[in-house]
């Protein structure tokens, strides 16, 4: 096992494979969109399974692959394929936002992948376009069934909640109540350009203004359902809950098939149960999601011998903050790190 400066077991890697989406959403970009990394600064397939075979004897048993969106980088089944492949990797996932998942979940289910996290944050057409700036709703709910289909287990929805954009949260719950899903409420988190007050204009600037706390989000919910008869929410015991590397906190409707639950990063953040580091798809080691601290594996990767990566992969495990940084905003996006 592997453990940072701090004692906590560090068993999981998000891997980035891609800074590049086929969506521009508001939380993660701004309207122009961001500029992408040149192909050879961004690592190679053979680079990020050296780095994950190497961090797998470091104590990591579960990979998580994302981007950008994943599924736009050609060969992503093939990848999957060699990572399953590596002795002692317990599981691999993918964080996705579904458009191409019709296309690809029957591949990377028989490739080996266990699981799908989708990005969702809307079930009203006209607010996830909005969100999305220009996404069809319907390419992620075919998507989410494709996922279905061919079995992951769990699939799960993520949803980011932007106070000022009027989400039907209530709408996610009664879909937990009639598929096997587990959807997160994850709070807007201010990963990149961060202001403390302005303008509602969802140019890819985080504001305090649109933060939503886990405990109104499931407030608000109860209230939803109660006026639509339904309810009350029942909080789910941990261990009970859908199998994952995550830190939700899970409640269900009487009788539901699914759950809905809360990722409250900025209220009532959870590094103490912290178990990750990133790589992002320029080959950085980030030890923490709101520091802007990172290990440069990219260099060494391509110039430097296994005992070297394996140092950075140390030296990113001694450099995990106890807990986040008292500022808000950082200075890459989410897209450029790896949702």
Not at 119 to 132: G, H, N, P, R
Not at 134 to 146: F, V, Y
Not at 223 to 247: F, M, N, S
Request: aromatic share 6%; glycine share 10%; proline share 5%.
């Amino acid at each position: 096992m592997a453990h940072d400066s701090h004692g906590r077991t560090i068993d999981y890697l998000r891997i980035s494979v891609t800074d590049r989406c086929n969506l521009r959403c508001v939380y993660c970009m701004p309207p122009e969109g961001v500029e992408w990394k040149s192909w050879e600064d961004i690592l190679t397939f053979e680079e990020i399974e050296r780095f994950a075979s190497i961090a797998v004897k470091h104590g990591i048993g579960k990979i998580r692959l994302t981007g950008g969106e994943p599924l736009v980088r050609k060969g992503l089944v093939d990848h999957v394929r060699r990572l399953k492949a590596i002795t002692g990797l317990e599981s691999i996932a993918l964080t996705t936002n579904a458009i191409l998942l019709p296309k690809y979940a029957e591949q990377l289910r028989d490739a080996g992948l266990s699981r799908v996290n989708i990005s969702l944050d809307s079930l009203d057409a006209d607010v996830y376009e909005k969100m999305t700036r220009g996404g069809r709703l319907q390419d992620a709910l075919d998507g989410l069934d494709a996922a279905l289909a061919v079995g992951f287990k769990p699939v799960k929805l993520n949803v980011v909640v932007v106070r000022s954009l009027e989400q039907d949260l209530a709408a996610f719950a009664k879909l937990a109540n009639e598929r096997p899903i587990h959807v997160r409420f994850i709070e807007y988190m201010p990963v990149g350009e961060a202001v403390a007050v302005g303008a509602r204009g969802h140019q890819g600037a985080w504001t305090e203004a649109d933060h939503m706390p886990a405990d109104e989000i499931i407030e608000g919910l109860d209230r939803a359902l109660a006026a639509q008869g339904l309810g009350p929410l029942e909080a789910v015991h941990k261990g009970d809950g859908p199998e994952g590397w995550g830190p939700a906190r899970y409640f269900t409707l009487p009788g539901a098939v699914g759950t809905v639950g809360v990722i409250s990063p900025l209220s009532r953040h959870f590094c103490g149960e912290c178990n990750r580091l990133r790589l992002t798809a320029d080959g950085r080691v980030r030890p923490c999601l709101f520091s802007d601290t990172e290990f440069d594996a990219r260099n060494v990767l391509r110039e430097g011998t296994d005992q070297e990566v394996s140092e950075v992969i140390l030296a990113a495990l001694a450099g995990k903050p106890e807990a986040p940084e008292q500022r808000r905003g950082t200075t890459r996006r989410m897209s450029q790190i790896g949702g």
